[in-house]
C-alpha cells in the first residue's frame, strides 16, 4: 500500500536511519494515466528514456529502443519510455496516441508511460531522481539513462550517441545479473 510504505518512509527519517529512494520506489502512470509502481521493474536494467513522436532523432531512437528491448529484453532488461513535449513541441499527442503511434510505427514492445514533464517545478519525481542522480538534465528528446537493477543510474547518453555505444553497456549489466542469479543459486 503506497501510504503504508511512505509512513515507512517518513518513521525511518524520523528514527534517524537514511530513507532508501532509488528509482524503482517511485509510481508514475501509465499510458492511460493509470497509477503504477516502477518495483516491477526492480532487479533489471532499465534504460529510461524521454520520447518524442515529431523529433529529428524519432526515427532514429526508436529503431534503436525496440532494438535494444528485442535483444536484451524481457527478462533482465527493459526500455521505460516517458514521453515529453518540452523539447520543440515534438510531442503535442496524448498519451494513448502517442503509445498507439510507436506501437504501430515502431512495433515497439517496451512500456511507454504517460506523457511527463522533464524541466522546472512540474518534473516527474521518477525523472527528477534520474537528473538529481546523474547531475545530467535532458537538453532534448531521447536522453537516456541507463538504471542499475538496484534503482541507481550508473550511466547516461545524449540523443545523438549510436546504438553502438550502449549495447555493450546494457550487456555488461546484463551479464551482471546474470552472474548474481546464478551466485544466488
Sequence with gaps: HPQARWVGAWLQ?????PMKVDFYSFEVKDSKG?????????????????????????????????ELHREFGPSHFTVLAFPCNQFGESEPSSSQEIESFARGNYGATFPIFHKIKVLGSETEPAFKFLIDSS?????????????????????????????????????SLIRQIIMKKKEDL
Excluded at 13 to 17: A, F, K, R, T
Excluded at 36 to 65: F, M, P, W
Excluded at 138 to 147: A, C, D, E, M, T
Design 135 to 171: 547531475k545530467k538534465e535532458p537538453r532534448w528528446n531521447f536522453w537516456k539513462y541507463l538504471v542499475s537493477p538496484e534503482g541507481k543510474v550508473v550511466k547516461f547518453w545524449r540523443p545523438e550517441e549510436p546504438i553502438e555505444n550502449i549495447k555493450p553497456e546494457v550487456a
Design 13 to 17: 527519517v524520523w528514527e534517524g536511519e
Design 34 to 66: 493509470r497509477i503504477v509502481s516502477l518495483e516491477k521493474y526492480r532487479g533489471k536494467a532499465s534504460l529510461v528514456v524521454n520520447v518524442a513522436s515529431y523529433c529529428q532523432h524519432t526515427d532514429k531512437n526508436y529503431i534503436a529502443l525496440q
